[in-house]
């Protein structure tokens, strides 16, 4: 009876065009105020042939920017710090890339690292569906990930996958970053995610590239615009040449940058 369960959820799971995991992400930007952590509503969306992680928060903008576009209207996103990557994954040849932003620049990061799982005998119940323990060191942080075998979809929230069932729950084990399931939704739709300047890549690079733009990003992050910055008076009438004016830029956007110091793949900040 039990193989006959299983081969029908493989039926179901092959078939249906989309099915939707919806994670809370919990996770802690500064590591110095290990008490202020964010929350985020994440999406994955399995296909039939691929998948594709990302923020509810952020699609809701992408959808509304396009929707505006078509409209011929402007919009203006809320002014509002938001997840700044979408993960997809080709199911068929596990190749994983992250659409992420550095600047202006909107970059697809293939990424062809391994992730060695250990599985436990640890098991726990999520959603009403029994799942079993594995570990793993990704991203200079041990994480332990909750995967149920009776869902045959070797994927999971950001980068993981490769266990024997969907992951429905991975933790580092400093609890820094949290990735839970709070539902599952079958659909038969099959949307793409709406394509903005922001979601759209314009250059592909590989994990090692990206590593030396984003820490050279966060040691200098106005270098594109050191020296154009033109001289202005304020509404008082008060006058600033253009290069104090990029000096107090500068320093707002490198207090920004000090207090994001606990990122999820830690290792981006060993040099």
């Given at each position: ?12 799971y092959?078939f ?31 296909h039939?042939?691929?998948s ?12 509304t ?27 068929q ?7 992420t932003?550095v ?26 569906h029994?799942?079993?323990?594995a570990?793993a060191?990704f991203?200079?942080?041990v ?52 394509s ?17 733009i ?58």
């Amino acid at each position: 009876m039990r193989i006959l369960f299983i081969l029908f959820f493989v039926f179901n799971y092959s078939f249906a065009q989309t099915t939707r995991f919806i994670y809370q992400y919990e996770f802690i930007p500064d590591g110095t105020l290990p008490k202020v952590i964010s929350k985020e509503y994440m999406f994955l969306d399995v296909h039939q042939k691929d998948s594709q992680f990302y923020s509810y928060r952020n699609y809701n903008v992408d959808s509304t920017a396009v929707a505006y576009k078509k409209k011929g209207l402007f919009y203006m996103p809320p002014n509002r710090e938001y997840i700044n990557f979408r993960i997809i994954k080709n199911l068929q040849n596990n190749e994983v890339s992250m659409i992420t932003k550095v600047n202006s620049t909107v970059y697809s990061v293939s990424d062809g690292r391994e992730i060695n799982w250990k599985i436990t005998n640890k098991k726990s119940n999520i959603l009403g569906h029994a799942v079993t323990s594995a570990e793993a060191n990704f991203g200079g942080r041990v994480w332990t990930a909750w995967f149920a075998s009776d869902i045959p979809i070797q994927d999971g929230p950001y980068k993981f996958k490769g266990l024997p069932g969907i992951i429905l729950k991975v933790e580092d084990d400093k609890k820094n970053h949290v990735f839970t399931a709070i539902q599952i939704i079958k659909s038969k739709s099959n949307e793409d995610y709406p394509s903005t300047e922001n979601s759209k890549p314009t250059k592909q690079i590989t994990q090692q590239e990206y590593k030396k733009i984003y820490t050279e990003y966060r040691k200098d992050p106005l270098k594109h615009l050191r020296g154009r910055y033109p001289d202005q008076t304020d509404t008082s009438g008060n006058f600033r040449t253009g290069e104090q004016v990029f000096r107090d830029e500068e320093k707002l956007f490198k207090n920004k940058i000090k207090k994001d110091n606990n990122v999820l793949e830690i290792d981006l900040l060993k040099i």
